[in-house]
């Protein structure tokens, strides 16, 4: 499996937490007001409007960031720089207390022969990706036309990685959270879970309490306008991948005026609320598994005897049945596989296509009694590398609980069970109890739909994959249209997997000609 496709899993390219949204009442910039109409947001006073970032080698990433190796530079020798930008922690105050924003950034190539075009600033969704290892991890591999005439940007959003990231839980209590029953069947076990959820919201009160009013998707958009301007630029060039097309429409939204060259790729439904949202994710992991079962019987191996896809996927819900009675264990591992870890590391797995036959081999290894594949790609999926957690699952949680207002109850979750299992047989009682994320989060959120109307923006190219399990195809449509009338502008690639850039020629090149030279394609374009 490349490092580049699977690793969209583990930066958290979708959010399973609670796929919700701020509702931004604001037209005027300067003088707009917060997400309940309410106070008018003061301007961000000069001294950080007009700071200089102290642009330095990028050290390895931290641990919060996810670790890892220090970047490699370019091919052409250009070096990754890491610096940080002061934001205020609350917009409302601008002159209070600020929190450091770190940033990553590969200058353009100087030889390209043609004039800079400034930044390019990418958001890898999330919410909880942790931007400033991900971009250089990427960038060798599909952003070499772009780093031609761009200075390729990313961050860590506030409350992720170094950006004051929320923390929950050690290390030890994570593993113990991540392997908790996650479909209880019977009072005692709903009882388990909502003392085990209500656990975690105390341990992120009391670690990161300072930061949780004020990581939600409005102060992120805040903190993209002041690194335009820090960056020196008229305007916002931005690509936006999975819950970063939510940022960037939020952004769109606030700052019309400021719009650059704009892409959103694996796009979230702007119109859906949390549930629905979440549903939507439901089935779209369940097309998602019954596409891997029927390429899984034309493969010289498959982890299930004969033609039929049906029986996969009854051996994978006998799999996870059994898990929930006893859990497998996992070799060189001093934890064993639970069902709600099988569970999250299919999913993981059904991200790309490129995963299928990790995923194949995994579900094999399981049927004979051994976790260890499993246990890994949900590893991937919460972001744990060599037994310690990163920010991505707290920052996740924690966005998506500021950005909805939506706290449900196991009533709740009761009543809306038997549409979840008709979505899908496999996912939907998993899926289903994750809606309990917010229940007892420490902080109030917004209002729990998006609006991301754009009047007087440039043009915004909005690509829905027809075969993406979390960002559903539909989605992209609702997005182009949510924008407005000469903002969105719709493309559609026929594919499997969550992004396209990098992964469709036809789009790629598409988005690359509008990025470079500003061609803006026509509205409805089809990448098959």
Not at 59 to 75: I, T, Y
Not at 162 to 175: F, I, P
Not at 429 to 439: F, H, N
Request: charged residues 25%; hydrophobic residues 40%; aromatic residues 6%.
């Amino acid at each position: 499996m490349s490092h580049h496709r699977s690793s969209r899993a583990a930066v958290g390219l979708a959010s399973l937490a609670v796929l919700a949204a701020v509702t931004v009442t604001a037209c005027d910039p300067g003088a707009d007001t917060d997400a309940d109409g309410a106070a008018a947001i003061p301007a961000v006073p000069a001294a950080l409007s007009k700071q200089k970032p102290d642009w330095a080698a990028c050290p390895v990433p931290s641990a919060a960031q996810g670790g890892g190796e220090k970047p490699e530079d370019l091919p052409d020798g250009t070096t990754w720089q890491c610096a940080t930008m002061k934001a205020p922690l609350d917009y409302a105050k601008p002159d209070g207390r600020t929190i450091d924003i770190a940033l990553v950034r590969a200058k353009a190539a100087k030889d390209s022969g043609k004039k800079s075009l400034g930044s390019l600033v990418f958001n890898f969704g999330g919410p909880g990706g942790a931007g400033v290892p991900t971009l250089p991890a990427f960038a060798a591999e599909d952003y070499l036309e772009l780093h031609k005439r761009y200075d390729l940007v990313s961050f860590d959003p506030r409350g992720v990685g170094d950006s004051a990231g929320v923390k929950c839980l050690d290390d030890k209590a994570m593993d113990a959270w991540a392997a908790q029953d996650s479909t209880p069947d019977d009072a005692a076990e709903e009882k388990a879970l909502t003392l085990g959820t209500s656990a975690y919201a105390r341990a992120c009160e009391s670690n990161s309490g300072a930061v949780l009013e004020h990581v939600g998707t409005q102060e992120a958009a805040r903190d993209l306008d002041l690194m335009r301007q820090v960056l020196g630029d008229e305007k916002l060039n931005y690509f936006g991948i999975s819950y970063g097309t939510q940022l960037g429409g939020v952004y769109a939204h606030l700052f019309p005026k400021n719009v650059g060259r704009t892409v959103f790729d694996a796009v979230v439904d702007p119109t859906q609320d949390s549930a629905t949202g979440i549903l939507s994710q439901t089935k779209g992991f369940e097309s998602a598994l019954q596409n891997f079962l029927k390429d899984c019987v034309k493969q010289d191996e498959c982890f299930f005897e004969g033609k039929d896809p049906a029986r996969g996927e009854e051996e994978i819900t006998e799999l996870l049945e059994s898990l929930d009675a006893k859990p497998l264990p996992a070799e060189d591992d001093d934890r064993v596989l639970t069902q709600g870890q099988a569970g999250m590391g299919i999913i993981a797995a059904l991200y790309s296509q490129d995963s299928w036959s990790w995923l194949s081999l995994a579900l094999e290894d399981a049927k004979k009694g051994e976790g260890s594949g499993l246990l890994w790609l949900s590893d991937m999926y919460a972001d744990r590398n060599d037994g310690v957690y990163s920010t991505s699952g707290p920052a996740n949680t924690a966005v998506s609980c500021a950005d909805s207002k939506d706290r449900f109850t196991v009533e709740d979750v009761h009543q809306q069970l038997p549409e979840f299992r008709k979505a899908s047989s496999v996912f939907g009682d998993m899926i289903a109890w994750m809606l309990l994320a917010c229940t007892d989060w420490p902080v109030g959120g917004h209002a729990s739909t998006v609006d991301v109307t754009a009047d007087g923006a440039g043009p915004v190219l909005v690509i829905g994959n027809t075969g993406d399990p979390a960002t559903p195809y539909e989605g992209a449509k609702k997005m182009a249209d949510a924008l407005g009338e000469g903002v969105g502008v719709h493309l559609t690639v026929e594919g499997e997997g969550h992004g396209t850039y990098g992964v469709n020629k036809c789009l790629t090149r598409i988005v690359d000609e509008y990025l470079l030279d500003g061609t803006v394609p026509k509205n409805d374009t089809v990448c098959k």
